[in-house]
Structure formats: structure tokens, C-alpha cells
């Protein structure tokens, strides 16, 4: 029999200590981007998936405030009491739903990590649309989770009737993110009822990805939560407040859900750091109306400037849009160009089984816009 080193020496590509779990996905596509980023200097950057305006200095001074006052230590794994009250408070006041539970997750994606840890089983089906956020199908895989990708091309909508013709008997979860990444599309009070029924109907859990929720548009957010009360959701500080290093994040939805995931966040991330927690309850008196009127006129300036040359739907949300690349292009061949120029955007094939469009941020200042939009106007008008 081989030692593991002597396998390690046979194989060099994979080291013999690490689990088959890990082989179920890789890095390649994101860690691409960020070599190609390595080599720009200065690069008008329209890639980046947080906002460009810094931690309101409220939040920072209580986050500091909790420091020197000595709130270092481990939180309850639920959170610190007033921030959970606090979230406990708003979200009664939003569902009074008679079994709907809260607790402060480490950031969105720990909370992602333990709704997947928690429901899924090995084989089980989880349904979310195709171009979907980078952390899903591996998560996913992490469990041993099949990923069923519904391709939403070329709008991009949640389409209730591609959701229902997706489910088979393995089916254990409905994914969504509304308004999602990379698309920035935000789905109708109309599809988000419809899906939200279609999982009641099957008994199929929903797991709802909010964390654009507060970068609406042009109507009032909506959650699938409002028609469907098992939903569990997911939401945090990272977008709303810039806060993407604090890890900050919470889950609420049926009791039981909620304590099966408190108990693997016991034995893994343990809690949200607490000073990050502090600064996240003082973030929930704080007014986004300006920021989120900021990142409108963003939006606007960018849909305005690549309308007429590329092929996209209006962002109702988030802060990305998902152009189609021009003249029949790939859209990593395309993204190659682009970085060429000095201009850093995200191939589309990194979110998607597809590799014909790429997705900008416009999460950075108007300058940097407008120098953006300059370059994809000259590069479409060169590629056609
Ligand atoms: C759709 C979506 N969900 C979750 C996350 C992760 O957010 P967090 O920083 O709270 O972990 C992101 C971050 O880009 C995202 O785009």
C-alpha cells in the first residue's frame, strides 16, 4: 500500500490528503479574473461586487465603540441580543409569520453555507437560474448537492413556468436571488408568488438570497416570504453598508431550520464577530435613501450608455448588468479585449453554463463610469 506521500509524489496535481468533496468544483474561473487584474495597473475597474462608498462613520465609530469597550470576546452563536431583537423586530413587524426565527450568521455566505449543510442531502436537487452567483452549484457540490441550473437567457427572468418543469421527485430546494448577481435583474411580485406557491404546492424548501434587497429601483422590494412562510432567507450587511470584510449576515424562517443551522454555526464559524455585530445594529438606524438615489443615477448612466450598441435587460436591482458581448463574440474573448484596453470586467461564462456575455459593477464612481462607458462604446463600435 502507498503512504500518502508516495502517492503525492505519483500525482502531483492533487495532493493525497485532500477529500474527493473538494474535486467537485474548483477556483479556476474567478482566480483567472483576478491574474488578469494582477497585471493592469490602475485599470478602470467595473468588476468589483461592493459598493464604492465607504462604512458610514456611525457604524464604524460603534464597531470601535465596542472595541474599547471590551466586546471582544465570543458572541451567543444566535448573535448579541439587540441586534437580534433588533432584525427579530423588523421582520414580525414585515411577516408575523407564528414560526419565524432570526440569528446573526457569519455574512451571507456563512449563512448560504449552513442552509446547505442543513437541507441538503447527497443526490438532493436544488433548482436556481442559470446565470446564478458563483457560490451556489459549489456549495452545492460541498454537500454532495446537484445543482440544476435553469437557464434564464435571454431576459434573464424568473420564469415560474421553467422552475416547475425543473422539479423531479429529488427536488429539495428552490434557490433564489432577487435582485440577483450577475444580472442585476429583480424578479415581479407575480413570478416571486407564483415560485413561492409552486415550493409550497411540492413541499420543496425556498431559500430566498436577499442581500441586494435594499438596491431596488424601480419598485418596492418584495420577498418570496411574503407568500410562502417556510421560506428561509437570507440577508445581510455586506451591499447595504458597504460592510463586505465585517461579516455580518442573518437567517430567519421556520424554528426548526433555524436551530438545525445554529447548531452546525456552533461547530464552524462559532459566531459574526462580535464589534462587526454592534456596528451592524447601529447600521439598522441608518437612512440608504441617498446611496440607493446615487447608485439609480449609476444605473441609469450605464443602461443609457450601452443602449443601442449591447444587447442587456434593465436592471431593476443589485449593481451589475449582464451585457451580451458585440459581434457574436465570447464573452471571455471579449473580456480579454477589454482588459487589453485597461478595463477590468467579469466574463459571463464564470456565472453561467454560457460563455456569450459579461457582467459590469457599476458599483464605482461616476468618473470611473463614464470612462467605462467610453471604452465599451469605442470596443463595440471597433468589434462590429
Ligand atoms: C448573490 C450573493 N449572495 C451572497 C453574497 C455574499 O455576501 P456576504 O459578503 O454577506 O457573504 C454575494 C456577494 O457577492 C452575492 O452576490
Redesign the pocket.
Known sequence: MLTHAKQRLKNPIMHAWIADRTKTFDSSGIRKVFDLAAKLTDPINLSI??PDFDVPVEIQDAAIAAIRGGKNAYSPTQGIAPLREALRAQIDAQYSHADRDVFVS???????MLAMMAMVNPGDEVIFLDPY?V?YPALLKMCGGVPVAVDSYPDFQLDPDKIAAAITPKTKMILV?SP???TGVSATAEQLEAVAKLAAKHEIALVS?E??SRFQYDAPFVSPASFNDQTIV?D????SHAM?GW???YVHGPSEIMATMLKIQQYSFVCSPQPSQWGALRAMDIDLQSYIDDYRVKRDMIAEGLSGRYEFTLPGG?FYLFAKAPGGMGGEAFVKRAIERGLLIIPGNIFSDRDTHFRISFAASNETLKKGIKMLQDLHDELT
Open positions: 461586487g461592493q457569519s455574512g451571507t455566505s456563512g449563512g448560504l452567483f457560490m436571488n440577483a448577481n450577475p438570497d442581500i441586494y437570507i445581510g450587511f455586506s451591499k463586505t461579516r455580518v449576515g443589485a
